[in-house]
């Protein structure tokens, strides 16, 4: 067993962040744990908590820019990476924080949120105010006053039982597809900005646009209340929508990841949460019939035009009992590692995936101990998380999911000073037996 943060014990030289992100992806010894914040959206800071966040860092204030303006998140800036020590840098549908505000200037616009928040959005056009301060976007979404992020009726998924399940035209749904496959001058925009990205920051580059995702999903078109009961009612019309989404993204990516894949390090390929906080949405075998062949297909392109790069899931909730289909599916990198729902634990979540699915996130308990416990409970059980997650490698810390809008400044310190606390220990994988996790020491 190595030490690997002790000097004398380590045989390899001072990494990079991209090197270190990279070596933890590959479940190889690293010299300190590597972190996130804003990666993706699903690991970043509500815009209302950020710029509190920027003051208890000494840092001048500064508008938050809000990249997703439906959950609220900031993009984190440069200087905030720089003081928290995080390896990873985002590049979300045009936009990127691993260059100076200055570099894209252009695309962002002042807007106050009702003289709660000032901050900067890309359309302020999209927002209307209502007289009694309700905040309404793209004429469906609300943020009334008070609240923190936006929404709409029934969360968009209303369910009538008294009658039929509604279904997509999948006739209209692929002309729709086939007219929003990538163009060239799309393609050239996004390698320029990648390429650019590349060579401003020596950390991991994490590429998230919705040309490369996959848009297959347990609730992703009719809602989570329909879709699996359309899976168990209607397959044949889940497949027919799934081949439509799956020729999309293997277009999409022989198009795209041959001119981009250079200069990222991780992409996201899908955002689906089969789990709710005891149990799955549907079972695994709607998963393996209806799903897995076309995950499969899709991450097997992308194994094709882009080795390098790794391939990450976002899925929330109790979703253990997914994780051997999910790893048969080809996906390489797993988010937020929600441990705290279904019964099981965080060494459980740890064996069943050591050495054959990176965990990116899971780092606290984000609806308990970040929420409501003292600074000294989140820095205790960040430290005893994270040095399981960390333990033989293949972990990458964050919260699990994002740091919402009442988390005060001290807790998110808290946090990443606790997670550089953990010394990394590295021991050779034993040998897995079909469907298990490598062995751990201890």
Known sequence: MINASHPAERNYPMLSSRELVMRALNFQPVERIPKDLGGMRSTSISA??????????????????????????????????????????????????????????DLWHDYDFGGRLPAQVRHPEAFVRLEDGTLVQNGSLRMPPGAFVFDEEH??????????????????????????LLRDEEVRALRALCARVRDATDRAVFFNDASLQAMLGIGAFQGVAIFPMLCLTAPDYVHELHEIITRRAEVNIARL?????????????????WGTQQ???????????????????????????APGVKRFLHSCGAIYD????????????????????????FREWKAKTHGRLALWGGGVNAQRTLALGTVDEVTREVREVVSCFAQGSGYIF?????ILAEIPPEKVLAMYRAADEVTPVWEEPREKTPGQGAGLAG
């Open 48 to 105: 209302f908590a950020y710029p509190a966040l920027v003051a208890a860092l000494d840092l001048p204030p500064r508008p938050p820019r809000v990249e997703d303006t439906w959950q609220m998140l900031a993009l984190p800036d440069l200087d905030v990476l720089d003081a928290l020590g995080v390896d990873v840098v985002s590049i979300l549908d045009g936009v990127t924080n691993a260059l100076p505000r200055e570099a894209q200037a």
């Open 155 to 180: 969360a968009g998924q209303a369910l009538d039982l008294s009658a039929d399940l509604p279904k997509l035209d999948l006739k209209r749904f692929r002309q729709e597809v086939e007219a929003g």
């Open 257 to 273: 990841m041959p001119e981009v894949a250079p200069y990222i390090d991780v992409a996201m390929m899908a955002a689906d949460d």
């Open 279 to 305: 149990r799955l949405f549907a079972s695994p075998r709607v998963f393996r019939e209806l799903f897995l062949p076309y995950y499969r297909r899709i991450n097997e392109a992308m194994r094709r035009h």
């Open 322 to 345: 997914l994780i051997d289909l999910l790893v048969e599916a080809g996906f390489e990198v797993l988010n937020p590692v929600q441990w705290t729902a279904g019964g099981r634990s």
């Open 398 to 402: 964050c919260n699990i999911h994002n």
